[in-house]
């Protein structure tokens, strides 16, 4: 089975620190995914990521970064961590190809900025 | 920006009766996936229909794709308390690169024992 791992469930940062999440996939997949979550809005993309060292924005990038330094390990920055960035964060990953496959999802991780 | 939106954004059934839910998109896609969550958990991938299918069926779900209204229902029959979830559509465009997916808002599904 494909595991996709957050490395926490709950975080609790105070407003102005750097904030680090992981994300671990054993399947190989060539593309990687960052996902905030939060009600009314659905999922709303980060940042993915589609091979090592290779990043795109997604929709709502702002007050993030990334960082793919080997290919089963992608990282979500909050450079300052802000109020506004209290929420659910989904890791996501897939094997790549035609889009023809589905993506796989870690457990997530809700992170409250004090 | 939001591509897919769920049609209705709740729905609250008996154990038993069939669940329909709705997704409208605004371009064109590769295909077309349906997701649930459970509460405060990751998502899981329950099917993927292509462009160029119509329908598409797996043990008790059942979607439709109509690419001429931009738009996808999934069907669950005989719906079970335990199908209680939140449920997503997600597209994948064309041009975009990496297999993006954009997701909907969703839609909770409560089943009532």
């Known amino acids: 089975d494909v595991k996709v791992t957050q490395s926490s469930r709950y975080l609790v940062k105070r407003t102005g620190e750097k904030v680090f999440l992981e994300c671990v996939q054993d399947?190989?997949?060539?593309?990687m995914f960052w996902y905030r979550q939060d009600p009314g809005l659905g999922l709303r993309l980060i940042y993915f990521s589609y091979d090592v060292k290779m990043k795109e924005k997604g929709d709502i990038p702002e007050g993030y970064s990334v960082s793919r330094e080997k290919k089963e390990r992608f990282s979500l920055i909050l450079e300052s961590a802000s109020t506004n960035q209290t929420s659910m964060y989904l890791c996501a990953s897939s094997f790549g190809g035609d889009g023809t496959t589905e993506a796989f999802f870690g457990q997530g991780t809700r992170l409250t900025v004090v | 920006s939001q591509q897919g939106e769920e049609d209705p954004q709740a729905l609250s059934i008996q154990e038993g009766e069939n669940a329909t839910m709705n997704c409208s998109y605004k371009t064109s896609i590769n295909n077309l996936q349906w997701y649930r969550q459970n509460s405060g958990r990751g998502l899981v991938h329950l099917i993927l229909?292509?462009?160029?299918?119509r329908e598409k069926h797996s043990g008790r779900l059942r979607v439709t794709l109509d690419t001429s209204k931009k738009s996808s229902s999934l069907l669950i029959t005989a719906a079970r308390a335990a199908d209680t979830a939140s449920y997503f559509c997600?597209?994948?465009?064309?041009?975009?690169?990496?297999?993006?997916?954009?997701f909907g808002t969703g839609t909770r599904l409560a089943v009532r024992p």
């Open positions: 229909i292509r462009s160029n299918e």
């Open positions: 997600a597209t994948d465009a064309p041009e975009s690169s990496g297999d993006k997916l954009t």
């Open positions: 399947m190989d997949h060539e593309n």
